[in-house]
């Protein structure tokens, strides 16, 4: 047998009416693919009825017989595929894609109109593989195919798709999306890479767009104007103002730009709408203001954070924290009680807008408050802030936020409430915590979420006596709390916890993978190589697993996975491409630079600013290139990084 495997045609054992085993080679395949054209209607039906019952074995020839000159076995043969397309599509979400992906992947555009239901399924996972099916053809059919999945899926298949759709610069694709994208993250997405691509063609469309109120997407429409045309002129934005326009993002819009270019019409319009104190637009036109140098500004919003009317004080509340006006802390600080639960809530949004620790102890009291949804949002603020304050580490502990929220936990917290105000210091609640947990063994308790978490909260405080429960705690159902342990687990450095880490790498869920890969490769565990280097290759699998994968293996000096960096360096997922390129700076091989070089040429702005991070690190040099650049400058600096590249590897 050369290609097909080996296919049972009748199974039955002779001697029971029935015929005996028949198995199938490539050179009886070739000849039931020539029968497709037979003279005879039957032998035609026959030789269609055997390779559908042949499956997989029978995919390469009748790929190949899509070519045929006949028509009637271009037909069959594409309606055969079709047929197995169904088949496959369905063994997507088996636990081992990989021969189904593949097999998809030689059909092609046969396979499309199958694919096409993958919104069917509730795997993301399968999302992912489909977009990437519909990618690896460059045809101009694809691109329908990939708006369906920026549409219709979510995660990291709709966000491969809409990169996909920008490398190949389809422009009216990517307008489909910025109108109706399925979420606005994605819409804006879309827009960011219509800015990036920088095509003035497109504007006659846009305003048309624009100027009917009921489309969609109006406000992102409206960015794109501005981005492409910096010179929109005063008298063409200002009518977006006017109250016939109820559009709030729209308004939101222009008054971000108005505050740039604006002039004096802008200002008065500015200062009446500061006046109507809408909390939907306050942030922008109090930013747009302090642009303008508007000197009564702060005092307007002061006066109004104490307004009788508790829409007024919550806007106050919105503008004061888009400004960062870190003098009205104390006057927000007031608000946290105010009789109005909303106000209450705008008080603590406020403060977590100011980014700085010095507002924790404020917060501090309210994690024992009575309402819990109120404690939840304390909790959170406190995780936005962040730093290196011990609650706010307590805080960042992975289901602190809904242990909090529960009343059962309640107690708990007043405990540590009331330490924090008899002692006065951050330190005496995280020493406080440490204390609760030996004082009520929960190192050991029988829920293993309560004994998990305390050997979470023992490890970051410093407490070695939890690094062996850590281990156990891989096994957690909760997701959030086995990559919290995952994360711990390469820093920790002990290598008994490898087998358990092994173990993990297959979790299900594509952050906990990525953490326990990262772990065996800072614990330099080469007995796990070949399994993540087959993650690594796995085109299933998910980009930032293969992307840390191929870090790892390269941190371990795999050889066996050397030659494979080059292959991954040009793969379709940039994030993949960067985990190559990666691979390849710690190797010292040189190739890592052409890969760096398309990323930042192609890459959105986080991938771009990784790859000028690690192509600066490796050749110390940046021809002033900076990824958050607009375009022009971008192409300028790129321009000088081909022309060093053409004479550095010719040399």
Known sequence: MNL??????????????????????????????????????????????????????????????????????????????????????????????????????????????????????????????????FAAHDTTASLDYLVRVVRFSDGLARQFALEELAHRKAIEHLLLCVEDGGTEDIQEKAAAHLIEIADKSILPRLWKHLD?????????????????????????????????????????????????????????????????????????????????????????????????????????????????????????????????????FGAISALAGMRTTVVIPTLVPLLADADPDIRTETVMAIRRIGGTSPIAQLALVPGIPRLIKNQTALPWCIHLVRTFLKEKTEQAVADEAVALIYKHNLIKHSDPAYRDLAAIVLYRNGQGVAEKYLIKALENDDEFIRLAVAKHLGPMGDPDAIPALIEAIDDEIMLVQRAVIYALGSLDAK???????????????????????????????YEPAFTDFGHLSRDKDLEVRIGAGSALATLGNITCIPTFISIMKEGNAHQRRVAQMLLQQYTHRSFGFNATDDKVSRDAAMERWDAWWEKYANE
């Open 527 to 557: 007995q796990a190589c070949p399994k993540i280097r087959r993650l690594m290759l796995d085109e299933t699998a998910w980009p930032e697993v293969r992307k840390i994968a191929a870090t790892s293996l390269a941190t371990m000096l």
């Open 212 to 344: 009917n109120r009921e489309n969609e997407g109006r406000a992102l429409v409206l960015r794109i104007i501005i981005a492409l045309d910096p010179q929109t002129s005063e008298d063409k934005l200002l009518p977006f103002l006017e109250a016939g326009d109820e559009s709030l993002s729209v308004s939101n819009e222009v008054i971000t730009h108005l505050g740039f270019i604006g002039g004096e019409k802008t200002e008065k319009q500015l200062i009446r709408m500061l006046n109507e104190m809408n909390p939907l637009t306050i942030a922008t036109t109090s930013l747009a203001l302090r642009r303008f140098g508007y000197a009564e500004l702060d005092a307007i919003l002061s006066k109004k954070l104490f307004s009788n009317e508790s829409r007024e004080r919550r806007a106050a509340l919105s503008a004061m924290s888009a400004l960062r006006l870190t003098s009205a802390i104390d006057a927000i600080s007031e608000l946290l009680y105010d009789p109005d639960r909303n106000t209450r």
């Open 4 to 133: 097909a495997v080996l296919y049972i045609l009748l199974t039955a054992a002779p001697g029971h009416g029935e015929e005996p085993t028949i198995i199938l080679g490539d050179d009886d395949l070739k000849q039931m693919v020539r029968d497709l054209g037979a003279e005879t209607f039957q032998e035609r039906e026959k030789a269609s009825d055997e390779l559908r019952k042949a499956g997989a074995a029978s995919s390469p020839f009748l790929i190949e017989a899509t070519r045929s000159k006949d028509p009637e076995v271009r037909a069959r043969a594409e309606s055969l595929l079709r047929s197995l397309a169904q088949i496959l599509m369905a063994d997507l979400i088996s636990a081992q894609p990989d021969q189904a992906y593949s097999q998809l992947k030689k059909m092609g555009p046969i396979a499309f109109p199958i694919l096409e239901g993958f919104a069917e399924f509730d795997e993301p996972r399968v999302h992912y593989m489909v977009a990437r099916l």
